[in-house]
Each structure stands twice: as structure tokens, then as C-alpha cells.
């Protein structure tokens, strides 16, 4: 069906433009990433991120849960971090 490969064909260049755009992405983010976490609580926070609440993350680090939100912040604005609701997650994977 002529559909039906017309879809299949948009889905693969959907795919190719998301595997060129994780691409630039990583090129761009990484260098900031890798200035972030030099510290290795900043690093475990950013391990953490998306996976434990602001508050469980200060009680595992043993800082405070403004330390925590503040880091997510700043990273947000750097672009490594992305809001999704009421939590943040990884811009890289």
C-alpha cells in the first residue's frame, strides 16, 4: 500500500533527524557537562537527576535541598537539564 510506505519513509527520516540532533546536542552539551561535574557530588546529583526527588538527592549527598534545586537550575539554564512537569531530567542520556 502506497500508505503505508510513504509513513514508513517519513518515520525513517524522523529517525535520521533525531540521530543528527543527539548528535549536534551531545557536541554542544558535552563540553558543559563535563565543566559542570567536575565536583563529584555535582557529579552523583546529575547521576541522580530524574530518579530521586530534590529531597532524597540532599539527604544522599548530605546538602541542602536549595543546593540541590539551585544546581537544577543552573543546569537547566545551561541547557544539560530540561523541566518535565515538576521534575527535571537529562538533556543527554
Known amino acids: 500500500d ?3 510506505m510513504e509513513k514508513d519513509s517519513v518515520v525513517e527520516l524522523l529517525e535520521r533527524i533525531e540521530r543528527w540532533m543527539a548528535m549536534l546536542v551531545r557536541t554542544q552539551l558535552g563540553p558543559i557537562l563535563q565543566a559542570e561535574l567536575t ?5 552523583k546529583l546529575y547521576e541522580m537527576t ?6 532524597g538527592c540532599a539527604k544522599k ?5 536549595s543546593t540541590v534545586i539551585e544546581s537544577w537550575k543552573r543546569w537547566e539554564r545551561l541547557g544539560i537539564l530540561q523541566k518535565d512537569g515538576a521534575r527535571y531530567r537529562k538533556t543527554l542520556n
Open 2 to 4: 502506497g500508505g503505508t
Open 50 to 55: 530524574g530518579e530521586v526527588t530534590a529531597s
Open 39 to 43: 565536583d563529584p557530588k555535582l557529579a
Open 61 to 65: 549527598l548530605s546538602c541542602s535541598k
